[in-house]
């Protein structure tokens, strides 16, 4: 049967040779994530009541209370008008839309509660529009609606989305580094992805200023694969270069010893955040390295309780799983390896692949040597974990996916319900 796909060109989607047994036009993907979307919003609004986002709970009273996310402090903060130097969008464009849901809907509650809840809305739409895209992209990329159905529940069911539908910085960060996804699939020129891709830099690296590296990464390989960026190009166009490169080394010189003073003396937010795993415990930090792809998805149900009211994953052990979060961990991790080599071994998404199992190592390298707790970070490649489980199902067979699926949901539900039973616990 001859397919009606279109193959790809220079500036169209990456479309899969088996796209689908009648292949997926984009209005009928955007449906896809346009109904993906909505479930999505109602289960992160859900989800964040589950684990007690209300105003005198536990996650509310103080930070640090789940992950050491600063839920409490940041609520304010997305409501209200700051600055700050690691996350400078999240006090003043982000809060522009969380002051204006608070002003709303304090029409109809007590301004605390109006706060709470319109920072609950902002992480739903957030996530909800995170989960759109990455089934629009995998819906254009081959994988079957019928695959996608059944995966849906696992994604939705990942442990690390217990942080994303949170009110904090690394809901906002999964949403704005999901987005670098959305080329690969858009029939779009060549010069509206670049913007599209620089746009994305500013988000990522606004709302968190490490995350605007992948998008980058993707800016850098497209710009090449356009023709921009090599040599002859630039030695075309040598002279603008040399000016931007002169005005960057000078606010450079003028600027960069003050910040970095600022930011390495005294009690700042990078000298209080050293952990230095990888040097310390070096056998610690490669466990993160062969987990770091299960624990967000299916997080043991054995949590430790740190300094305080502190509910964690501070130090990962296999021990930590009971039978059924164990059981579900085992079936992923075989899920997780067949879409692997799936989405690896398709030479049309190399590129991306590349780029992000190097953001993935980058991540395991630095919050092995700075950060209060691993798990908390893993937001950062939660989604690509999604997205590669989404488009390397394409060649699994249904009959496989489907029991894998109910072992791993079972098993992730028993892991949501205990994190929320120990929030509760600490009255």
């Not at 699939?185 to 709302?207: C, E, I, Y």
């Not at 780029?355 to 700075?370: D, H, K, P, R, T």
């Amino acid at each position: 049967m001859q397919s009606n796909v279109e193959a790809p060109t220079a500036g169209g989607p990456v479309v899969l040779e088996d796209g689908g047994p009648d292949g997926c036009p984009a209005r009928v993907a955007l449906r896809l994530a346009l109904a993906v979307g909505a479930v999505v919003f109602i289960w992160s609004m859900i989800l964040s009541a589950f684990l007690g986002a209300h105003p005198g709970a536990p996650l509310l009273r103080s930070n640090d209370a789940l992950f050491s996310l600063d839920v409490s402090s940041r609520t304010t903060r997305l409501t209200t008008f700051s600055f700050s130097t690691t996350h400078p969008l999240m006090g003043t464009a982000w809060a522009v839309i969380g002051w204006t849901l608070r002003r709303g809907l304090g029409l109809f509650m007590e301004d605390r509660q109006a706060a709470v809840v319109g920072c609950r809305i902002i992480m739903a739409a957030t996530m909800a529009i995170a989960w759109g895209a990455l089934f629009y992209v995998a819906r254009r990329l081959g994988a079957s609606l019928s695959r996608l159905l059944v995966l849906l529940p696992v994604s939705l069911l990942f442990t690390a989305n217990t942080i994303a539908v949170l009110p904090d910085v690394y809901g906002l960060s999964m949403f704005t580094l999901s987005l670098t996804v959305l080329p690969m699939a858009l029939d779009w020129s060549g010069s509206r992805k670049l913007w599209f891709l620089l746009l994305v830099v500013f988000l990522s690296s606004g709302t968190t200023l490490t995350n605007g590296i992948l998008p980058m990464l993707l800016l850098v390989y497209e710009t090449r694969r356009q023709g921009y960026l090599t040599w002859a190009w630039c030695r075309r166009h040598s002279r603008p270069l040399l000016a931007i490169l002169a005005a960057v080394v000078l606010t450079l010189a003028v600027t960069g010893k003050t910040l970095f003073r600022r930011a390495t003396e005294g009690d700042t937010v990078l000298n209080r955040h050293w952990n230095l795993t990888l040097v310390k415990e070096p056998t610690h930090a490669a466990l993160h390295l062969l987990m770091g792809l299960t624990y967000p998805a299916v997080g043991p149900e054995t949590l430790e309780w740190g300094e305080g009211s502190k509910v964690s994953y501070s130090l990962w052990h296999l021990d930590q799983y009971g039978l059924f979060s164990g059981l579900a961990a085992a079936v992923w991790t075989a899920l997780l390896a067949m879409c692997l080599t799936v989405f690896f071994r398709d030479r049309k998404l190399s590129a991306f692949g590349f780029a992000l199992a190097a953001w993935y190592l980058f991540n395991v390298l630095f919050y092995n040597l700075w950060g209060n707790e691993f798990f908390l970070y893993s937001i950062n490649w939660s989604w690509a974990i999604v997205l590669v489980l989404l488009v390397g199902s394409r060649k699994l067979p249904v009959k496989v996916l489907a029991p894998a699926a109910a072992v791993i949901c079972v098993g992730q539900v028993v892991t949501i319900v205990a994190i929320a039973r120990a929030v509760a616990a600490l009255g």
